[in-house]
Structures are given as C-alpha cells and as structure tokens.
C-alpha cells in the first residue's frame, strides 16, 4: 500500500482506509457476539471455562477497540487492545482446524482464515501506528 503524502497531523487516504476496515471488522464482529452468542459460542475450545461469558466479554472488547479507533487520542490503545485480542482467539481457529467436521465451513476456508489474521494484524499495527513523521503517515 503506497501513502499518499499529506499535511502534517492528517492521516493518509490509505490509513484512513485501513482504519476503516478495521473498524468495520471489529465493530460487525462484536455485534455478532451479542446477535449470534450461540453459534460464536460453538467455536470455542472446549478447555477454555465459561464460553458463553468468553464470547460476551471478547465482543464487548470488539466494539470498545472499534470504537477507539474512531478517536485520534486512543487510537493507539485500541489498536494495541485489538491485536492483543486477534492473538486471543486465534486458539478458536486453530480448535476449528483441529475438528473441522463440527463446523459448517468448508476447510480450505478454515485454513484461509490463518494469513488473513495474519493480513489483519498487520494492518492493524500499520493503521494505528502512532504518526510521527509526515512521510510515515
């Protein structure tokens, strides 16, 4: 992704895209912890306590880091929070990998969700990465 350069203390078009992107992800995946708790439910490791409650908190952390997104101040923070978070549940894909006859998703689909996390964490530290110089913007 080329930057565009622009004045100093605004974002590029192409980070205000990824912001964006990112917000959206998060912002529709959290509601869908509340929207379809039952189905997020099923993805979770059986060894992890409590899944009804893992789901709710991890949505509520969802919407909190898309909604920092959307202010310069925590930007950052949230940021920091959602790549936390992506890396805290990367355990449920690799629990839908592990059993994939128990989802009704086609395993090439499992196995492509894996780069696209990867994908994803990426932009997220390149997106809310803090803006110091002009040209990094």
């Known amino acids: 992704m080329t930057d565009t350069p622009s004045p100093p203390n605004r974002l590029s078009r192409a980070r205000i895209a990824g912001i964006a ?26 060894w992890v306590p409590w899944p009804r409650e893992a789901v709710l908190v991890s949505g509520v952390f969802e919407l909190l880091g898309a909604l920092g997104l959307l202010w310069r101040p925590t930007r950052r923070v949230a940021g920091i ?30 196995w492509l969700r894996l780069p696209i996390q990867v994908a994803l964490l990426a932009l997220i530290a390149w997106s809310t990465r803090p803006m110091s110089t002009p040209t990094q913007q």
């Open 21 to 46: 992107f990112v917000f959206l992800w998060f912002f529709i995946g959290g509601i869908a912890h509340f929207v379809a708790t039952e189905a997020e439910m099923r993805i979770v490791p059986p």
């Open 81 to 110: 929070g959602l790549l936390l978070l992506t890396l805290a549940v990367t355990p449920a894909h690799i629990y839908m990998l592990q059993r994939p006859e128990l989802f009704p998703v086609p395993i090439w689909a499992l």
